[in-house]
C-alpha cells in the first residue's frame, strides 16, 4: 500500500558531501514536491516539479537542486552538504493534473551532517 | 499566498468532540481548504478538503463558514491516536498550486 518511498530513514553524512535524497511515487501523479521540517520552523517548501523535468523553486532553494528525470521519481540535491542543512526531508506527490485532491508524503529522510 | 491562522495548541479528552478552527480572512474564490495532520516521526497524512459546501469523510468534518473566512475541523471522537498536529492549508484551485504549510495546532488528547 505504499504509495511515496523515500530511500533512506535516516542519513549521516560529512560536510562537503554531495548528498542524494531520492523519492519514488507509484500513482502517476504529475506533481511532486520536497520540503524540510525544522522545530519552530514547520515545514519549507524548497523545490517542486509539475511535470517530467520542469522544477520551480519554492521558499528555500538555496544550497538544494532537484531532477526529475521520469514521472515517478524526484531527487533532492546537496551540492555541497553543510551543517545547517541538517533537517529532516519529506517528499510529497500530489494530484492529477486539473483535480484538488490528496497529497500524499513519504516517511522522510531525517539526514543529519557533521 | 492567502495565509492561515491556527491555535498553537489545543487538548481534548478521550471519546468526546473536538473542534479545531482556523482563520483564513484573505481566502480566495479558487482557494480549496485542506486539513493535514502530522503524527509523531511520521510524514503528513491527508485529512480533508472542500471548497465551499460542509465535507464529511470516514475521518472527520470540516466545517466551512458561509463566508469561507474561516473553517473548523470536527473530529467526532477523539482517540488517543489522534494526537498530532494539524495543519489548515490553502490550495489554490487548479494543477499546479502548492500546500503552503503554516504551524498548524498540536493536538493533545488525554485519556
Known sequence: DVKVTQSSRYLVKRTGEKVFLECVQDMDHENMFWYRQDPGLGLRLIYFSYDVKMKEKGDIPEGYSVSREKKERFSLILESASTNQTSMYLCASGWPTGMNTEAFFGQGTRLTVV | ?111
Open chain 2, 1 to 111: 499566498d492567502a495565509k492561515t491562522t491556527q491555535p498553537n495548541s489545543m487538548e481534548s479528552n478521550e471519546e468526546e468532540p473536538v473542534h479545531l478552527p482556523c482563520n483564513h480572512s484573505t481566502i480566495s474564490g479558487t482557494d480549496y481548504i485542506h486539513w493535514y495532520r502530522q503524527l509523531p516521526s511520521q510524514g503528513p497524512e491527508y485529512v480533508i478538503h472542500g471548497l465551499t459546501s460542509n465535507v464529511n469523510n470516514r475521518m472527520a468534518s470540516l466545517a466551512i463558514a458561509e463566508d469561507r473566512k474561516s473553517s473548523t475541523l470536527i473530529l467526532h471522537r477523539a482517540t488517543l491516536r489522534d494526537a498530532a498536529v494539524y495543519y489548515c492549508i490553502l490550495r489554490h484551485g487548479g494543477s499546479q498550486g502548492n500546500l503552503i504549510f503554516g504551524k498548524g495546532t498540536k493536538l493533545s488528547v488525554k485519556p
